[in-house]
């Protein structure tokens, strides 16, 4: 049971990287899966939500209208679109996924599963 986070980098205030968040061993397709960010010397936070069955999907205010969370169930995968990014939003980025099947983002997941985290740095 294994979620890598990738396509971190570098980008400039204003520019767009798109997270991924792949699984393997298990599916995610019926489980919540979250996106969390640590800055330096700061803790780790809850960004966003994908619910399990009807795909809700839920935002921390300091990200919400730029960016966006999906799934492909197809390809086990979920993403986080992130776009107009500001250097506030440097940080390691961490996926989870819930440890059960069909918990909705509002019923609070019991995110088990980590990523190892891929670093985002925006550059002023």
């Known amino acids: 049971v294994q979620l890598q986070a990738s396509g971190g980098g570098l980008v400039q205030t204003g520019g767009s990287l798109r997270l991924s968040c792949a699984a393997s061993g298990f599916t995610l397709d019926y489980r919540a899966i979250g996106w969390f960010r640590q800055a330096p010397g700061k803790e780790r936070v809850w960004i966003s939500c994908?619910?399990?069955?009807?795909?809700?999907?839920y935002y921390a205010d300091s990200v919400k209208g730029r960016f966006t969370i999906s799934r492909d169930n197809a390809k086990n995968s979920v993403y986080l679109q992130m776009d107009n990014l500001k250097p506030e939003d440097t940080a390691v980025y961490y996926c989870?996924?819930?440890?059960?099947?069909?918990?909705?983002?509002?019923?609070?997941?019991?995110?088990?599963?980590w990523g190892q985290g891929t670093q985002v740095t925006v550059s002023s």
């Open positions: 994908i619910g399990s069955s009807d795909g809700s999907t």
């Open positions: 989870a996924a819930d440890r059960w099947y069909g918990t909705s983002c509002q019923e609070g997941p019991d995110f088990a599963s």
